[in-house]
């Protein structure tokens, strides 16, 4: 799992699932950046440190319908996004 903190604005991940947890949170989704043809950097405002402490335990209180629907948004734009690059 690669997270990398660019500043104290944003947040920055190759992670799909954390990036679609984040966002069922309610964390905004900022930018998608292609790395090439397959993979996306999902560039986040800067998430409580709650959730990602939540996120490294399993938190089993998400609601999974969300998180379900934000990981098929984020697949859809990142295939989106990664299309053009080769």
């Known amino acids: 799992m690669s997270m990398v903190q660019t500043d104290y604005s944003e947040f ?5 699932r954390l990036a679609a947890y984040l966002a069922s949170k309610g964390v905004r989704i900022k930018q998608l950046i292609p790395l090439d043809e397959f993979r996306c950097a999902f560039v986040l405002d800067n998430p409580s440190p709650e959730y990602l402490e ?8 998400s609601n999974a319908v969300q998180v379900i629907n934000e990981y098929r948004h984020l697949t859809r734009d990142s295939r989106q996004v990664c299309r053009g690059v080769r």
């Open 54 to 61: 939540a996120w490294l335990r399993g938190d089993p209180q």
């Open 12 to 16: 920055t991940t190759e992670d799909l």
